[in-house]
């Protein structure tokens, strides 16, 4: 069926200039915001003809032409004045428009009326906001469980959270999730770590820390070019924010220091990171699949002069240690032994050379 054409008007113009500066903006495709603008305006104007099923739009992108029409059936006699239309009245668009024909009727946008273009512009604005969600947890799911760097907004002087703006999305820091003792300025950039997303009725979420042990293994891939090639491999992290980290690493090539190249020259690597951290000190220790030398590595600082085994309870041992490294190896409140326990997967029990438990200031 042939149809009229309809020469661009100015408003179509800038209509599809909007479309353009809306996907330049918000990344959104084009294609898409037209495909939901043209719904929308069929949801609009159908409820101005009783809902039936004769609005249709034609979008011509190439022309930046927008048409919007009715579809209606010809008949002897009207029995639905929404879907029909009388044969006289038809060939006003259809010249020789029959009886049993359909003819198009051109719309232009006044006769939208009022409440029609409301209705269209809240249905295109929820269904961008849509977008805008869509691509924004398509955007968060990529970097899940990554390192990122958000710009602090605000800071909210009750519950102490922090609010970033990372890429696109405005995400809160929450006061739990900040390393004890941290502050945060206006403008500041700091590195979170995504711990994962949720879907809300407010859009995703982004769940961010900088608490979280990944934080502290993402660091360390970035910093050391080894970790990034898979030259060196870091199998373990655990860690109390904000004062010790305890980080396991190995390298199957032996011609490797995986600790030195974590520590970097005159530490300047590790330097980098205790920085990022606020002053937190990092122990990184060998990897051993010997239990036992794995064990007491972890307590490092600490001397270690025997690991045994516990025969009747699996994942637990007995460490001997010099009476005086005694405090050393189990930390200020139980940190390090505490820490070490969870970077090997090891119940660890400690005991002083002599027998003798004589507790010491750590």
């Avoid at 639905?80 to 232009?108: C, H, M, R, S, W």
């Avoid at 870091?234 to 980080?247: F, H, P, Q």
């Avoid at 974590?262 to 590790?270: A, D, E, L, Q, Y």
């Avoid at 122990?283 to 025969?311: F, G, R, T, W």
Wanted: glycine residues 8%.
């Amino acid at each position: 069926m042939a149809r009229k054409s309809t020469k661009p008007t100015s408003k179509n113009k800038e209509f599809f200039e909007a479309i353009a500066l809306l996907e330049q903006e918000r990344g959104i495709p084009a294609d898409y915001l037209l495909e939901k603008v043209c719904n929308a305006i069929v949801t609009s104007v159908r409820k101005e003809y009783g809902g039936a099923d004769v609005v249709f739009v034609d979008c011509n992108t190439e022309k930046q032409e927008l048409r919007v029409y009715l579809r209606k059936l010809v008949v002897e006699e009207i029995e639905n004045e929404f879907t029909e239309i009388l044969q006289e009245e038809a060939q006003k668009y259809k010249k020789n428009a029959l009886v049993g024909d359909f003819v198009e009727i051109p719309l232009e946008t006044k006769q939208f009326g009022r409440i029609a273009a409301t209705t269209a512009k809240n249905v295109i604005r929820g269904d961008i906001h849509d977008a805008e969600r869509g691509l924004m947890l398509k955007e968060f799911e990529s970097k899940q469980k990554e390192l990122v760097t958000g710009k602090v907004q605000s800071v909210d002087p009750e519950s102490g959270n922090v609010t970033l703006e990372i890429g696109k999305a405005v995400v809160v820091l929450p006061k739990s999730r900040q390393i004890p003792g941290e502050t945060f300025k206006e403008g500041q950039l700091t590195k979170v770590y995504i711990e994962g997303i949720k879907d809300t009725t407010k859009g995703p979420k982004a769940m961010i820390s900088r608490t979280h042990s990944g934080l502290v293994k993402r660091l360390f891939e970035t910093e050391v070019p080894e970790i990034y090639d898979g030259v060196v491999e870091i199998k373990a992290v655990a860690r109390d924010a904000g004062s010790r980290t305890k980080l396991a690493v190995w390298s199957k090539d032996e011609n490797v220091d995986p600790i030195g190249a974590c520590i970097g020259p005159k530490g300047s690597r590790v330097g980098t990171i205790v920085d990022i951290l606020g002053g937190e000190k990092i122990d990184v220790v060998i990897y051993n699949e010997d239990p036992a030398k794995y064990i007491a590595a972890a307590l490092a600082p600490a001397d270690v002069l025997s690991v045994e085994m516990d025969a009747e309870n699996p994942n637990a041992c007995h460490v001997t240690v010099p009476d005086t490294q005694l405090s050393l190896a189990i930390g200020n409140k139980g940190q390090n032994v505490r820490l070490a326990a969870k970077l090997t997967g090891w119940k660890i029990d400690i005991n002083p050379e002599s027998g003798f438990y004589i507790p010491q200031n750590s």
